[in-house]
């Protein structure tokens, strides 16, 4: 069974302050994700890479960055956090076939204060 | 991108059959149109995929006709236990990756 495994389950941090959420994937899958998760909004996609050193922006990538230096890592950065991305963040992993499963993690509860 | 719209709740009793109905009007040739179940506190869990008409695996199946625009997941006989949202979703290829949106789901609840 594939394990996606994020570092922290819940996280409170201070306006402006640089977080850093991790994400690791134990199936050797190409293609990582970073979703937001809010109420009524459903999710919504970060940024996903592809490949190492690989990264591609998705629907809300302001305010975030991503770093992929190893295939099974992926991590969230937001460079200085704010109000607005108090959220559960859930990282996700695939192959690269067309149609291929995603495979969540358990999510981060982050609450910036 | 296909966006997708599906009811935003809906309530069974254990035993019934549920069928959830997800339209997708915009639907591309390449796309898949893949199912995922989310419990509280959880990440979503694939349920589901299909291309076009029927599927069936141990836990539901997925009724797709033939011009795509819509797709609908059957489970057959609920349990307290599928309580959840269930996200229909449409998959997209791009440069190589796979590029999903979630919509916001259906929250089905299940009484006794």
């Known amino acids: 069974d594939v394990k996606v495994t994020q570092s922290s389950r819940y996280l409170v941090k201070r306006t402006g302050e640089k977080v850093f959420l991790e994400c690791v994937q134990d199936m050797d899958h190409e293609n990582m994700f970073w979703y937001r998760q809010d109420p009524g909004l459903g999710l919504r996609l970060i940024y996903f890479?592809?490949?190492?050193?690989?990264?591609e922006k998705g629907d809300i990538p302001e305010g975030y960055s991503v770093s992929r230096e190893k295939k099974e890592r992926f991590s969230l950065i937001l460079e200085s956090a704010s109000t607005n991305q108090t959220s559960m963040y859930l990282c996700?992993?695939?192959?690269?076939?067309?149609?291929?499963?995603?495979?969540f993690g358990n999510g981060t509860r982050l609450t910036v204060t | 991108l296909a966006k997708t719209t599906q009811p935003i709740s809906m309530d069974s009793y254990e035993g019934q059959e549920v069928n959830i109905t997800c339209s997708h009007n915009?639907?591309?040739?390449?796309?898949?149109i893949t199912w995922y179940q989310q419990f509280p506190s959880q990440g979503p869990r694939f349920i589901i995929q299909?291309?076009?008409t029927k599927v069936t695996n141990e836990v539901a199946s997925l009724f797709i006709p033939a011009d795509r625009k819509s797709s609908t997941l059957s489970l057959p006989r609920v349990s307290l236990s599928d309580t959840a949202v269930y996200y229909c979703?449409?998959?997209?290829?791009?440069?190589?990756?796979?590029?999903?949106?979630f919509g916001a789901g259906t929250r089905l609840f299940v009484k006794a």
């Open positions: 299909g291309y076009k």
């Open positions: 915009n639907i591309a040739t390449n796309d898949y």
């Open positions: 890479s592809y490949d190492v050193k690989m990264k």
């Open positions: 979703l449409v998959g997209d290829i791009e440069t190589g990756g796979f590029k999903t949106i």
């Open positions: 996700a992993s695939s192959l690269p076939a067309q149609g291929e499963a995603l495979h």
